[in-house]
């Protein structure tokens, strides 16, 4: 939390540095701070979301909330389609707006997050983030972790499952990989828990996380 927090901060004060004393007019698409009130009430809002954030424990809510479902999935997936056949994860789970909604925001809500977004480029898709790694989604990150290096796929995945007590062959090539995304993408499959998220396709079980 003092990481982020500091970040943003340290820019808040930065702009706030090659803004002062500079004449609006010459800034015409406010990319600086030019008011030391207005500083101050950028920071002060930095002081409200932290604290909230430390109150709130974002990040022990990320980890109950996925390990829920991971506990929900993998209890289904080894009840009703047993654990011969390999199983395949695509698309991308999305944690709950619980959390999401304050640990991104839609730049156009409120001033200091608008402020982030046309001034710095922390951002991703079309929402600024502000709280890093440890509010990222494990379960998307296991799907395609280090892939990269040998074109394996799933490897994590099987750990986060074997983790909670569901032994689930979840190692597949970058090839079915491709095959299972495309299948979903070709019949829209609805993202889990919606009924039809998973699939027997005879040789794998496909998950549909989004």
Not at 39 to 51: F, H, N, P, S
């Amino acid at each position: 939390m003092a990481n982020i927090k500091h970040r943003m901060q340290s820019t808040l004060h930065g702009l706030y540095q090659k803004g002062r004393g500079m004449k609006k007019k010459s800034d015409p698409t406010h990319q600086y701070i030019h008011s030391k009130i207005t500083l101050q009430t950028y920071l002060a809002e930095v002081e409200r979301y932290a604290k909230w954030l430390k109150d709130q424990g974002i990040k022990m809510r990320c980890s109950e909330q996925e390990a829920a479902v991971v506990r929900t999935l993998g209890t289904e997936l080894v009840r009703d389609y047993g654990t011969d056949k390999p199983v395949v994860l695509v698309g991308r789970y999305t944690l709950g707006e619980n959390i999401t909604r304050y640990t991104t925001a839609d730049p156009m809500q409120h001033p200091l997050y608008r402020f982030f977004r046309e001034h710095t480029s922390w951002e991703s898709g079309d929402t600024v983030k502000y709280v890093e790694t440890n509010c990222n989604s494990v379960l998307n990150w296991s799907v395609t972790a280090f892939s990269e290096v040998d074109d394996v796929y799933g490897q994590a995945a099987e750990h986060l499952f074997r983790y909670y007590g569901f032994a689930l062959d979840m190692t597949h090539s970058a090839a079915l990989h491709e095959q299972a995304q495309t299948y979903a993408d070709a019949h829209d499959l609805p993202g889990y828990p919606r009924a039809g998220a998973i699939v027997d396709c005879g040789d794998y079980v496909l998950v549909n996380l989004q």
